[in-house]
């Protein structure tokens, strides 16, 4: 029996997270972010909570990270994975307008949320708000249309990025973009990096990017013909590769 479900979010975004691909790409996101004692973090987007602990431990002691998400699920798994956990706090809010006041933060951070939002400027123009002067935001997005899959077939691959980039993703290529976002909204660019996990194994792949199940949605939209699905299993049976491009942009209130 073929599964159509969408994968349970909270088991996703811990799959993601314990992959080595995002154990690399958050172990760099952290170093980025040059966390210190003391310091005032927000997690615009912090989902179940993943990464709030290891920030809480940087920036002991006398620190606070405050984690915001606009689903009310992620909040509440939050809420009970961080319980206990000395400088949490994790509240219900929208990136577009964030539950907090004026100049609060010393750093700030979004982790593949952008990508989702109705509007990026007006979130990262909340983070600018909030952030007080010489503070950090690590911003974190990926670019769908980098997505590269090796196959027999190069145009099939073309073709479901393209599905994947223009109808499933709302800001596909919001990655591209950041830095002059940023600078749109008064934040001064620092860096800006990429970083390009390469996946060798289909099962994973499959989990972290939804292959399989893309497949058939793109098939069922008309983006692809039916044959496709026999194209996504053969691309599962050989030698596999695939790839995707993220963007690390690092930007500061002057």
Request: glycine share 10%.
């Amino acid at each position: 029996m073929i599964d159509n479900r969408a994968p349970d979010p909270v088991a996703y975004l811990d799959q993601v997270a314990a992959s080595a691909p995002g154990q690399g790409f958050k172990q760099r996101v952290l170093r980025l972010m040059e966390l210190s004692p003391g310091h005032t973090v927000v997690d615009i987007g912090c989902g179940p909570g993943t990464d709030l602990g290891a920030m809480a431990a940087a920036v002991a002691p006398g620190g606070t990270v405050v984690g915001v998400d606009r689903d009310p699920m992620m909040v509440e798994v939050a809420r009970s994975r961080l319980a206990g956990t000395a400088g949490v706090r994790v509240r219900h809010g929208d990136a577009h307008a964030l539950p907090l006041a004026d100049g609060i933060a010393d750093r700030a951070r979004t982790d593949r949320v952008l990508q989702h939002v109705d509007d990026p400027a007006r979130a990262l123009a909340e983070v600018r708000r909030m952030l007080r002067p010489g503070g950090r935001a690590l911003l974190a997005e990926p670019d769908w249309d980098g997505l590269l899959i090796d196959s027999a077939e190069p145009e099939l691959s073309r073709r479901l990025t393209r599905f994947i980039a223009t109808e499933i993703v709302r800001n596909a290529t919001v990655g591209r973009s950041l830095a002059r976002l940023c600078a749109g909204v008064g934040l001064a660019v620092r860096s800006v990096e990429t970083h390009t996990p390469v996946l060798r194994d289909f099962g994973t792949a499959d989990r972290l990017l939804g292959l399989r199940r893309n497949v058939r949605r793109a098939v069922r939209a008309g983006h692809l013909d039916g044959g496709a699905e026999e194209w996504i299993e053969a691309v599962a049976a050989r030698p596999f590769l695939a790839t995707f491009m993220m963007f690390l942009v690092t930007a500061e209130v002057a």
